[in-house]
């Protein structure tokens, strides 16, 4: 599968491919208490490795999530992972760049992958920026049931995104660049979640995961 790493000859020098039988505690660490806006329980049980995989598995108003946390702070770099998400309406698959600060939003937001609609056909990459939350959006069609790599290289000036080695977005606003570290996050939200995030409906499996087959880090 094309990789954005591999067209632009990025070197890795980091990352996790999930062989093991279990999340790499001082890589990461996993999420517990409310979920995102307050709706639903972010569960460390919702989360396993296993196969070559991470997965995050979601159920009625549980899920999780996990934030990396191995050192050293990163500001700016590269990172790409490989991941698919079930189809299901209610739960929304997130990839993103976080602040260490937790200052949200003065602090930025980076949106990789955020697939909401449960058909699983439209990925939205969102860069959130400023106090008042000022957003700028792409969006890219296919088919995210199936594999697919993401990518983000944020730099000092510049934030841009790629689909399978693709170039689907790119940021040069000044206004909008984080300039402090950031880490990635890996989560399923619970819906419902204002106009962005449905509630499940009838049409909503018992559970849907999301898989991720691996991270990487590069220079």
Not at 64 to 69: D, E, P
Not at 116 to 141: K, L, M, S
Not at 188 to 215: C, E, H, K
Request: glycine share 12%; net charge negative; aromatic share 10%.
């Amino acid at each position: 599968m094309p990789t954005a790493a591999d067209r632009h000859g990025w070197k890795q020098r980091g990352g996790d491919e999930f062989n093991g039988s279990s999340l790499d505690a001082a890589t990461w660490r996993l999420y517990g208490g409310t979920g995102a806006n307050g709706v639903g329980i972010r569960s460390p049980q919702a989360v396993w490795v296993g196969n070559g995989l991470l997965g995050i598995s979601a159920s009625g108003n549980v899920s999780g999530g996990l934030a990396w946390q191995a050192p050293p702070a990163t500001t700016y770099g590269k990172w790409e992972f490989r991941a698919r998400v079930e189809p299901g309406t209610g739960y929304a698959p997130a990839v993103l760049l976080w602040p260490d600060s937790d200052n949200w939003p003065i602090d930025g937001e980076i949106d990789v992958m955020e697939i909401v609609e449960g058909d699983r056909q439209t990925n939205h990459t969102t860069v959130h920026y400023g106090a008042d939350d000022q957003r700028d959006e792409g969006i890219v069609t296919g088919d995210f049931t199936q594999w697919h790599t993401y990518a983000v290289d944020w730099q000092s000036d510049s934030i841009t995104v790629y689909l399978d080695g693709e170039q689907v977005y790119r940021n040069t606003n000044p206004a909008a660049i984080p300039h402090g570290p950031m880490h990635l996050a890996i989560q399923l939200d619970v819906g419902p979640q204002g106009t962005w995030i449905p509630a499940p409906d009838a049409t909503t499996p018992d559970a849907v995961s999301l898989y991720v087959d691996w991270v990487r880090m590069y220079h």
